[in-house]
């Protein structure tokens, strides 16, 4: 096959595999960056129940390899390699990615890098990572139907997903360090209202327990106050404290928000013809 174009895509989550599926079947000249995490955060969690065409879910990884191979099927390639920065020559439209050995030069590049949801940061925790810890309550709220849950964060996506998982859990604890939200008032008046939630402030957690089966079935809380600290039973943890953007290595290129997610021209299009 002989192709007129080299495209690079930055990522290798939904985002990017989904892209490399349309330029390669586009035959275009494709390589995605796989980055330190073949596969983006799906690899990460088991059940996925809502993605279309698989009535029984999926597992993540197994989902996200069929997405691999669905690319390849037509000619992607792709290279575990993470993407260190990008420069570009707008008059000629060449895009050069410098990742861990080396520099490629291409002709269109698509970043797909996704981001990392934040955690505690509690000793230990990656273990406890979709074993009663979770950091999407749209995406495994569902499996906790009639249990009780902890949600920790005090910005307005704490507030969103409380008054989600009430839809399954029994009882949901917010649990918040201050007694100070970030939350709109608006949002913070429905999760108030909502009496399947309750409010602990000045409170976070310093410790997880398990049961037998290593599964995360309680917390130590600590008053942010007094220092005092009590055991609490729980059966999850969700977290909604924020993410942050894979956007580094664009880092003074390309136009992004104080968080670091980029601000499209037009689209999905950045300022930078060539580069969405
Ligand atoms: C535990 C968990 C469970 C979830 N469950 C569900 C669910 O059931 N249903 C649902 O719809 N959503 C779910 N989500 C959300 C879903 O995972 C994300 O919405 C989705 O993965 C975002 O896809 P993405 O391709 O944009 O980015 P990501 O999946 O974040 O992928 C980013 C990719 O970019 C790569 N990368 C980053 N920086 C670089 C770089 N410098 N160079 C090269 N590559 C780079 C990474 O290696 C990674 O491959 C879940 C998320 C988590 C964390």
Request: charged share 25%.
């Amino acid at each position: 096959m002989s192709y007129t174009k080299k495209i690079a895509i930055i990522g290798s989550g939904p985002a990017g595999l989904t892209a490399a599926i349309y330029t390669s079947r586009a035959q275009l000249d494709t390589t995605v960056y796989l980055g330190i995490q073949p596969g983006g955060q799906l690899t990460t969690t088991t059940d996925i129940e809502n993605f279309p065409g698989f009535p029984e879910g999926i597992i993540g990884p197994d989902l996200m390899e069929k997405m691999q191979k669905q690319a390849e099927r037509f000619g992607a390639k792709t290279i575990f390699e993470t993407v260190k920065s990008i420069s570009f020559d707008t008059n000629s439209h060449k895009y050069t990615i410098s990742s861990d050995t080396g520099e490629i030069i291409y002709d269109g590049v698509i970043i797909a890098s996704g981001a990392t949801a934040k955690y505690l940061g509690l000793e230990g925790e990656e273990k406890f990572i979709g074993k009663g810890y979770h950091s999407c309550a749209t995406c495994d709220g569902f499996f906790y139907r009639d249990k009780e849950l902890i949600i920790v964060g005090g910005g307005d996506s704490a507030m969103e997903e409380s008054i989600f998982l009430t839809k399954f859990a029994t009882k949901v604890y917010l649990i918040h360090r201050s007694e100070n939200f970030r939350a709109s008032k608006i949002m913070l008046d429905r999760a108030k209202a909502n009496n399947k939630i309750e409010f602990l402030t000045n409170k976070k957690i310093t410790k997880f327990y398990t049961d037998e089966k290593e599964k995360l079935n309680g917390v130590e809380l600590e008053n942010t106050q007094t220092g005092e600290s009590q055991k609490m039973n729980i059966d999850g943890v969700f977290v909604a404290i924020g993410h942050i953007p894979n956007t580094n290595f664009v880092k003074g290129k390309l136009s992004m928000d104080e968080a670091g997610y980029l601000i499209p021209k037009h689209r999905t299009m950045s300022e930078i013809e060539g580069i969405s």
